[in-house]
C-alpha cells in the first residue's frame, strides 16, 4: 500500500504557458501533501504544503502566485506553474504523509522552450 | 539555509559492500533518513535513526550516526544488481513534515 503517482511523467511546453502537475495518493487519504523541485545534481528542495481544504504554504522565496497550488480532494494535489519560463524547468516530485511518514511520487520533468 | 551533502557517484562491484556518506549541518536534527529511488519509482524509505542512536543495523543494510561530525552512513553489505539506484540522505527536526534532502548519491553495481 501507499503509492503516489504523478501525472504527467514528463511534459514539454513554450515559454509563457501553463502546466499542471497531478499528485494522486491511489490507496489512502493524505490531508498533507508536498511539492518538492530538484534541479540536476542539487538536493531536492520543499517549495510548499499543500493542506486539503485550505491553502498551502510556501517555502521562503517560492513565488505563490506562480506555482498554484490545489489540494481539493484527500487524494488529489495539483501544482499549476504558470507563465512557465525557462528557468522552471526542474524535476518536481510530490509526496503524501500518512501516518508519520511520507511517500513519494515518482516526479515529473518538466522542460521549458 | 541549512545543508545536507553527499558525493553524487558510487560505482561497487557486485558481492562487495558500499558505503554512501552524508553530511548535514543542523545540530538540531532529530531524525535522519535514508531513501532510494529506483528508475521511475519514487522514493522510499529505507531507513531512519534518530539523534541519539550511534548505529542501526536492518538486514544488509547498517546506519552509523556520529553526531559529533554531523555525519550519517548507510553501508550496504553483499551489494547486489538490485541495488543500483539512488540513495537520498534527509534529515528532519521535528517530523518528517520539515526534512532536508541531499542531492542523492547514484549506486551503480558491477557484475
Known amino acids: 500500500g501507499a503509492v503516489v503517482s504523478q501525472h504527467p511523467s514528463w511534459v514539454i511546453c513554450k515559454s509563457g504557458t501553463s502546466v499542471k502537475i497531478e499528485c494522486r495518493s491511489l490507496d489512502f487519504q493524505a490531508t498533507t501533501m508536498f511539492w518538492y523541485r530538484q534541479f540536476p545534481k542539487q538536493s531536492l528542495m520543499l517549495m510548499a504544503t499543500s493542506n486539503e481544504g485550505s491553502k498551502a504554504t510556501y517555502e521562503q522565496g517560492v513565488e505563490k502566485d506562480k506555482f498554484l497550488i490545489n489540494h481539493a480532494s484527500l487524494t488529489l494535489s495539483t501544482l499549476t506553474v504558470t507563465s512557465a519560463h525557462p528557468e522552471d524547468s526542474s524535476f518536481y516530485i510530490c509526496s503524501a504523509r500518512r501516518s508519520n511518514e511520507q511517500f513519494f511520487g515518482p516526479g515529473t520533468r518538466l522542460t521549458v522552450l | ?111
Open chain 2, 1 to 111: 539555509g541549512e545543508d545536507v551533502e553527499q558525493s553524487l557517484f558510487l560505482s561497487v562491484r557486485e558481492g562487495d559492500s558500499s558505503v554512501i556518506n552524508c553530511t548535514y549541518t543542523d545540530s538540531s536534527s532529530t531524525y535522519l533518513y535514508w531513501y532510494k529511488q529506483e528508475p521511475g519509482a519514487g522514493l522510499q524509505l529505507l531507513t531512519y535513526i534518530f539523534s541519539n542512536m550511534d548505529m542501526k543495523q536492518d538486514q544488509r543494510l547498517t546506519v552509523l550516526l556520529n553526531k559529533k561530525d554531523k555525519h550519517l552512513s548507510l553501508r550496504i553489505a553483499d551489494t547486489q544488481t538490485g541495488d543500483s539506484a539512488i540513495y537520498f540522505c534527509a534529515e528532519s527536526i521535528y517530523d518528517n513534515n520539515d526534512m532536508r534532502f541531499g542531492a542523492g548519491t547514484r549506486l551503480t553495481v558491477k557484475p
